[in-house]
């Protein structure tokens, strides 16, 4: 690419980027731009049913291997690494069927290679760090909160501390989103990151100094919409309902009924009334007793159904969906718990493995390279839905035993290695006896 070519679609570049920030965004991105969307209100409502689905999630991620990849070249190993299976081979490769892929950075290298890569079989540098981090957190904990932060804020900010010696990571330190702020940039997109709790503490970070993972969003550019944001409206109307029922509870919501008293009677004597009223009948173990008076009396209730309000069942069905969880997880006593495990699957295959899709997506672009091996390698999740290996195992079994697969192919599909006798296919081995 000429010199000329570079600047005119650098100049292109710029225009865009600068008609796409707003009024408030700051000369050049040297002031940061705070959401309507309060992100510190919505790490408050990490509770009741939001935390159970978010940590549902979070803990399915962290729970999938993570692993690394590399380039198969002549001339001696670096590291000591080990064919893949079949199975893992081919969905890496995007082979498994359109819902069954890894991301696009892992489905281009590993296509692009011609399957010619392998699997990292001992420690590296870069996957050490993702399961120390640093000395107060380990990888387990790190990935956690990663998704957490993804689902509540929609933003997940990573700060890496390179030793300047090494000119590699050296430990990855968590930057909360509700601390967090973009500074946006009308030459480069992002101008940096401003970080602290506290505004007389404020640190400014670069670019490169820090990795940002966020969830689309239609109404900014710079930032993510997470899956609380989504649900907001549904955690007002069950917060509503919970207030109203504390203050029911508490004797702190409007009386239930309207007493009218429709015979003539002074001031005086409806204090009385009233004072008797409260004396026998307020108060949670006094339910059921009655009060006898004389007169003509009407009782007119007044509160409305409270299951009209922030119905518990219509807020949980809205607040699953909208974290992509089954209500058979967040239920124990769930009446469809039979189809649970058709639930299971599809749960791993429409959110978890695409939340897989977009942690290793951004650990390719701007994780790896900070280490100088993105050409010849790339981090990749296992697929996270589980194949049936029962159904698999009668498989190999049946085409071995049939002559369609040899010894060796079946023990490939596994992963194992190649065992001398096992190039033979059983019909042409019997026919030769």
Not at 24 to 29: H, K, L, P, R, Y
Not at 241 to 262: C, E, G, I, S
Not at 288 to 309: C, M, S, Y
Not at 365 to 383: H, M, Q, R, T, V
Request: charged letters at 25%; one cysteine or more.
């Amino acid at each position: 690419m000429s010199l000329w070519t570079t600047l005119k679609q650098t100049f292109r570049r710029t225009g865009y980027l600068r008609a796409s920030l707003g009024q408030n965004d700051g000369w050049q991105g040297l002031s940061s731009r705070m959401r309507p969307f309060d992100a510190e209100n919505a790490v408050g409502r990490f509770r009741s049913w939001v935390y159970a689905a978010a940590m549902l999630n979070a803990h399915a991620v962290a729970s999938v291997p993570l692993r690394m990849y590399v380039r198969r070249r002549p001339g001696r190993k670096l590291f000591q690494t080990r064919k893949p299976s079949a199975a893992a081979r081919a969905y890496l490769i995007g082979e498994q069927g359109d819902a069954l892929r890894p991301s696009r950075v892992v489905q281009h290298k590993a296509s692009h290679w011609r399957g010619d890569f392998e699997l990292l079989s001992e420690p590296h540098p870069a996957l050490d760090l993702l399961s120390t981090v640093n000395p107060y957190h380990n990888g387990f904990e790190l990935s956690v909160l990663r998704m957490l932060y993804l689902q509540i804020t929609g933003n997940c900010f990573l700060h890496v501390v390179s030793d300047p010696m090494l000119r590699r990571p050296e430990e990855l330190w968590l930057m909360p989103s509700q601390w967090t702020s973009v500074l946006p940039s009308g030459a480069g997109f992002i101008a940096g990151y401003e970080y602290g709790r506290d505004f007389t503490e404020k640190l400014t970070f670069s670019p490169d100094e820090v990795i940002h993972w966020k969830l689309p969003s239609l109404d900014h550019l710079h930032l993510g919409m997470g899956r609380l944001e989504a649900v907001w409206s549904a955690l007002a109307l069950h917060d509503a309902k919970r207030t109203m029922d504390l203050a029911r509870f508490d004797n702190h919501a409007r009386p239930d009924f309207l007493l009218v008293v429709k015979q003539g009677a002074s001031g005086e004597a409806l204090d009385r009334f009233e004072k008797q009223v409260d004396q026998k009948l307020r108060g949670t173990r006094k339910s059921g007793r009655f009060i006898a008076i004389t007169g003509d009396v009407q009782a007119v209730p007044l509160n409305f159904p409270p299951e009209l309000i922030g119905d518990a069942d219509r807020v949980l069905e809205e607040i699953a969906a909208g974290f992509g969880v089954p209500i058979s997880k967040l239920l124990a006593n769930d009446p469809n718990r039979s189809v649970a495990g058709v639930n299971d699957a599809a749960w791993l295959r429409d959110t978890i493995l695409p939340y897989c899709r977009l942690d290793e997506e951004k650990l390719n672009e701007k994780y790896l390279p900070l280490f100088g091996i993105e050409d010849d390698a790339f981090l990749a999740y296992d697929n996270p839905v589980p194949e049936d290996r029962r159904f698999q195992l009668d498989r190999r079994t049946r085409y071995v035993r049939g002559g369609i697969l040899t010894p060796n192919e079946a023990r490939a599909e596994e992963g194992l290695d190649p065992r001398p006798d096992g190039d033979c296919l059983a019909s042409s081995a019997s026919s030769s006896r």
